[in-house]
């Protein structure tokens, strides 16, 4: 708001009250990391980002948390905007949060920091085959998860469901939900006469991310 003196009045100035340091909008530093982090080799380089003052010059770090492990690591910035996250298999599986560690411009003026959160587990695979014989539709699925001990994937029991989609169609529908056997199969069959898309899809579990197979037209 403008304020008025007697001179400035008789000059026709209007003089601008500078608003308090505690007014003025406080400077940022964001990271940006991935959240659904997927364990299915064994290593995989991400990418994390800074952004705001601190992208340009400064300091910034972030340490990544779990919430019964503790530290796992974190991000560290100096003066730029990218740095890269190693992610071995031996990872520790669950959601971490970047927590802020502190940051700085190049005056030493601290900066205000955001959390984010990185979601990490296994990668999962979905198989099926399918076959007709006059109109009723045999259906197989079958379940795996990536193994950290051999560095490959093994059929193991899941939870999933069998979907369709009408031909011409975008949208998937459930058709029935299975549990596969230790062996990592379940198998479906039904009566139906047209053409349909179908797909074996696993759900998302405490250690591992949930997938969709292909698909298959029967």
């Given at each position: 708001m403008g304020i008025r003196t007697t001179a400035a009045l008789a000059a026709g100035v209007v003089l601008i009250a500078a608003a308090p340091a505690s007014a003025q909008a406080t400077a940022v530093c964001n990271l940006t990391a991935p959240y659904r982090v997927v364990i299915g080799q064994p290593y995989k380089e991400f990418t994390v980002y800074?952004?705001?003052?601190?992208?340009?010059?400064?300091?910034?770090?972030w340490d990544l948390i779990h919430p019964s492990q503790g530290s796992q690591g974190g991000a560290y910035f100096s003066g730029g905007?990218?740095?890269?996250?190693?992610?071995?298999?031996?990872?520790?599986?669950?959601?971490?949060?970047?927590?802020?560690?502190?940051?700085?411009?190049?005056?030493?003026?601290?900066?205000?920091?955001?959390?984010?959160?990185?979601?990490?587990?296994?990668?999962t695979a979905a198989w099926i085959s399918s076959k007709r014989t006059a109109d009723v539709v045999t259906l197989t699925g079958t379940s795996l998860v990536y193994s950290t001990d051999y560095d490959?994937?093994?059929?193991?029991?899941?939870?999933?469901?069998?979907?369709?989609?009408?031909?011409?169609?975008?949208t998937w529908k459930g058709l029935k939900g299975v549990t596969t056997s230790s062996a990592g199969v379940?198998?479906?069959?039904?009566?139906?006469?047209?053409?349909?898309?179908?797909?074996?899809?696993?759900?998302?579990?405490?250690?591992?991310?949930?997938?969709?197979?292909a698909t298959t037209t029967r």
């Open positions: 800074a952004s705001g003052v601190c992208s340009v010059t400064g300091t910034s770090g905007n990218r740095q890269s996250w190693d992610v071995y298999d031996f990872h520790t599986i669950g959601l971490h949060t970047w927590r802020p560690s502190g940051a700085f411009d190049n005056n030493s003026n601290p900066l205000t920091q955001n959390t984010v959160q990185s979601d990490i587990r296994l990668a490959k994937y093994y059929k193991r029991s899941a939870k999933g469901a069998f979907q369709f989609r009408e031909r011409g169609t975008t379940a198998t479906m069959a039904y009566r139906y006469s047209k053409t349909r898309d179908y797909r074996f899809v696993l759900y998302t579990t405490p250690v591992s991310w949930d997938q969709a197979s």
